[in-house]
């Protein structure tokens, strides 16, 4: 779908809007590109905020039917238990040693974004 045209479209039925503000933000390129640093301070902070609300991890099940939860199963139930810890240990390693083997053999580091 053409969201600009979409948009124009909607505007031009509303009545009593003269020159409505219309933003168009890409969040797909926002993600290649976003300073690691700002998704480690993000991360900390969200963690932070769920640890304070009395939450310590998240359950993450393999059936893609169920979903995922706040808290911990009684029993195993076919998932895997994160601590927040844990998460933001996979969350540094993973900012730091993101590779990608290009066409012509060369590796490179991604300095930017979530890999």
Not at 9 to 38: Q, W, Y
Not at 50 to 66: D, E, H, K, N
Request: net charge positive; with cysteine; proline share 7%.
């Amino acid at each position: 779908m053409d969201i600009p045209t979409f948009l124009r479209d909607a505007v031009s039925t509303l009545k009593g809007m003269e020159n409505p503000e219309i933003r168009i933000f890409d969040i797909e390129g926002c993600f290649p590109h976003m300073p690691k640093e700002a998704i480690r301070i993000a991360m900390r902070d969200i963690t932070a905020k769920l640890s304070a609300m009395g939450y310590t991890g998240v359950f993450v099940p393999r059936s893609r039917t169920r979903k995922c939860m706040w808290t911990k199963p009684r029993k195993n139930t076919g998932g895997t238990w994160f601590t927040f810890a844990e998460l933001v240990d996979v969350l540094e390693f993973a900012l730091d040693n993101a590779f990608v083997k290009m066409p012509d053999g060369q590796v490179l580091r991604q300095d930017l974004g979530i890999p």
